[in-house]
């Protein structure tokens, strides 16, 4: 079992940064930041694979967010620079672990993940 805690979530007005951490408890394959607006479905939005630190992104963030993640403290961290009102949503961690972490699914694909996050809530102003 791994439990993952986000923290980092708020308000701020277009334009402006925030930064998301997600502490994990054990040992991870796969780490990444998923996003649900109301209405619409869980999307992802970045991705780190743990072993090598490559990183994938949606094209609605790509050079605005970065993905990191700190081995040591097992620590996620998603920073989030000219933030717009779309990327308003709750922010999801999720960790791909264990046996059922073992699968060849895309970064960005939820069933990817068997960790969940309880969620941390993002909202930008214009």
């Known amino acids: 079992q791994v439990q993952l805690q986000e923290s980092g979530g708020g308000s701020v007005q277009s334009g402006g940064s925030l930064k998301l951490s997600c502490a994990a408890s054990?040992?991870?394959?796969?780490m990444a930041w998923f996003r649900q607006a109301p209405g619409k479905e869980r999307e992802g939005v970045a991705a780190?694979?743990?072993?090598?630190?490559?990183?994938y992104y949606a094209d609605s963030v790509r050079g605005r967010f970065t993905i990191s993640l700190d081995f040591a403290k097992r620590t996620l961290y998603l920073q989030m620079n000219s933030l717009k009102p779309e990327d308003t949503a709750m922010y999801y961690c999720?960790?791909?672990?264990?046996?059922?972490?073992?699968?060849?699914?895309?970064?960005?694909?939820?069933?990817?993940?068997?960790?969940w996050g309880q969620g941390t809530q993002v909202t930008v102003s214009s």
């Open positions: 999720a960790a791909a672990a264990g046996p059922g972490g073992v699968n060849g699914l895309a970064p960005l694909s939820r069933q990817k993940y068997n960790y």
């Open positions: 054990g040992d991870t394959r796969c």
């Open positions: 780190i694979r743990t072993g090598d630190g490559g990183s």
